[in-house]
Each structure stands twice: as structure tokens, then as C-alpha cells.
């Protein structure tokens, strides 16, 4: 009896001596490295929403490249950065490039944890809508003092929408801050926000005031965005347009979700709730049942847009904006 059973320990030893060593190797790779790994392992998870902009292999080195530049990513928690790698593999959208969707790092004071914050650049919107293919043109812009402005609405004539926009050589103060779209029926759709506008998007933005925020260094930019946001309210409604108007309100109430309910209905979207199940235990940090439970059962609701129980929701109003006009812009070809 007791030969067999130093048998059986013999037979275990090596086993669990690659257990060991497997351990050990994992607790001496770096959390960059960590992190990596966790996004190559997503990889058919991004592929199950991605769309002919960017291909699945190349969103995966891109977000190895950029959390190789940027350490402070591998501090955030992976699910916050899986969620953005989702939203930009549905988006078409490149991670922390130009026109792209930027992955910005912030430190949650509720929970003292780092996350990530994805901000979809306004170069990208206006790609998105310029793919729709219901635009004949689309445009956004700040306008300064002594810059010639002319916008109006009227009845009179043929064209409802007056819209004149000059940049001046010498350029004061902000006075509005525009988008406009032309669409391919002769439609035209505007958004004209005052500095008083942009200033209060501003305020409602989460971490505006943090000094890694665009909002800081690129208010212009930010500015813009916020134009094209309202303007998006008012174009068609088409499978691309829709898609980044969902994901823009994701980033407008990006605290009524935390990331791992995001990311659960997001997995569960694309490959279904045993995909989810059998992934999320390597997303929440030391998952109890219990808590894994009302994880699933809140992405299963949000897919299904069924109410839940388990916590409240919190549900942005609609913006307001302009009503919707017709006509040509002066200077623009027909």
C-alpha cells in the first residue's frame, strides 16, 4: 500500500512541478506583459465585432505597441482595457492614433484603482459619418473673434440654412464652436454650440479636469467633438452612425457600468453568455458566486435591454438640439 501510494506521488511530482514553474514564470512576467498576453487572448473576441477598417491581428499590436509606450495602461484594470479594445474593434477605430480612439489612463477616486478612459478623437467621428455614405460633405470648426460669421435660419427663398465661416489672419476669444453636414439629398444639418455650451459639456465630462484630460491639451479639438456629438443626433440613421452614437453615450455615462459589466455584455453580444461565463472569473479580480452572478445577469440584461434589479442604471436625457433644416450652404458645391 505504501508502495503504491510513493508511486502515485512519483507520478505527480512532475506535474506539479510545472504547475510550480508555470507559476512561478507568471508571477515574474511584468504586468505589461500580463496585459499583453490578456489581449492576444481576446483576440476572437474582437474579430466577432470588428469591421473592414481594422482587422482583429493588427488591433492586437497596436494595443501591445501601446501599452509598451505607455506603462500607466498596465496599471488600469484589464477589463476597463478590453472594453475599449471592443469599442474600438466595432468602431473601426485605431487605439492612440491620430483619428483614431485614445486610450486614456485615469485614477478612480471611488475605488482607488486605475482605468482607462476611451476618447474617440473628432477626426474619427467624422470618418465614421463620411463611411455612412448618406454625406455629400461634413465639417466642424471654431469660431474667433474677427473671423467672419454669418448663421441664420429663415423661410425666405430656396435655402432655410445660412452658414458663412471665414478665419481671420489675427484671431481673438472663442465665440461658437460649429459642425455641419451636407447630405448626398441636398439636406443640411447643423450644430452651433456658444463657448457657454461647450463649457458646460465640459463640466459633465469625466475627468476633465485631470491634467492627462484632452480638455486640457487639446481644447479645440474636444470643442469640436462636442459639435459633431450633437450633430450626429441628426443624421440618418445608418448601421455606422448608430453604432458610434452608442458608443459615445457609453463614454458620456461611463460610471452607470462598471468594466466588467461592460465588458460581460459586450462578450455576450458577440459569442454569447457561455462565452462570457467561462471568461469573466480571469477579468474580476477574486470573483465571489455570488458577484459573478449579478455580473452575468446585468450584461444578459443590458443585451436584451430588459430591466434588472441589481443595481439602478443611471440613463443620460437626449440631448437638445436644433431642429432639423433644409437647404444649401453658400459656397459649397451642390
Known amino acids: 500500500m505504501a508502495d503504491l501510494k510513493q508511486q502515485q506521488i512519483q507520478k505527480q511530482a512532475p506535474n506539479n512541478k510545472a504547475i510550480i514553474e508555470q507559476k512561478n514564470q507568471r508571477q515574474a512576467m511584468t504586468k505589461t506583459q500580463v496585459l499583453a498576453e490578456a489581449i492576444a487572448a481576446r483576440r476572437e473576441s474582437f474579430a466577432a465585432v470588428a469591421t473592414e477598417y481594422l482587422k482583429p491581428d493588427r488591433l492586437v499590436k497596436l494595443a501591445q505597441a501601446c501599452i509598451a509606450r505607455n506603462p500607466l495602461l498596465a496599471e488600469c484594470e ?3 482595457i478590453l472594453v475599449e ?3 474600438c474593434s466595432r468602431l473601426g477605430l485605431e487605439p492612440n492614433e491620430a483619428g483614431g480612439r485614445w486610450l486614456v489612463p ?3 477616486n471611488k475605488t482607488g484603482k486605475y482605468e482607462v478612459q476611451g476618447i474617440t478623437d473628432y477626426r474619427a467621428l467624422i470618418d465614421i459619418a463620411r463611411r455612412s455614405g448618406v454625406l455629400a460633405a461634413v465639417h466642424a470648426d471654431v469660431v474667433r473673434q474677427g473671423d467672419l460669421w454669418e448663421n441664420w435660419i429663415s423661410s425666405d427663398g430656396n435655402t432655410l440654412v445660412h452658414l458663412r465661416h471665414q478665419v481671420a489672419e489675427e484671431r481673438g476669444e472663442i465665440r461658437y464652436v460649429y459642425a ?6 441636398g439636406e443640411v444639418q447643423t450644430s452651433v454650440l ?3 455650451d461647450v ?3 465640459k463640466s459633465k465630462s469625466r475627468g476633465s479636469d485631470n491634467s492627462s484630460s484632452p480638455w486640457q491639451n487639446e481644447w479645440d479639438a474636444m470643442a469640436k467633438k462636442t459639435a459633431l456629438r450633437r450633430l450626429f443626433n441628426l443624421l440618418p440613421k445608418t448601421p455606422e452612425i448608430q453604432k458610434v452614437r452608442e458608443e459615445l ?3 458620456e455615462g461611463e460610471e452607470s457600468k462598471t468594466p466588467a459589466q461592460e465588458l460581460a455584455a459586450q462578450v455576450i453580444a458577440a459569442e454569447g453568455i457561455e462565452a462570457a461565463e467561462a471568461s469573466l472569473g480571469s477579468i474580476v479580480a477574486d470573483p465571489k458566486a455570488d458577484e459573478k452572478a449579478k455580473v452575468l445577469a446585468r450584461a444578459a440584461a443590458l443585451r436584451d435591454q430588459a430591466p434588472v434589479e441589481v443595481e439602478s442604471v443611471k440613463v443620460e436625457e437626449p440631448v437638445s438640439v436644433d431642429e432639423p433644416v433644409q437647404g444649401d450652404i453658400p459656397g459649397w458645391d451642390k
Open 85 to 87: 479594445l471592443m469599442a
Open 199 to 201: 463649457t458646460r459639456a
Open 106 to 108: 485615469f485614477k478612480n
Open 180 to 185: 455641419i453636414a451636407k447630405l448626398k439629398n
Open 78 to 80: 484589464t477589463g476597463s
Open 194 to 196: 456658444t463657448l457657454a
Open 249 to 251: 453615450d457609453r463614454e
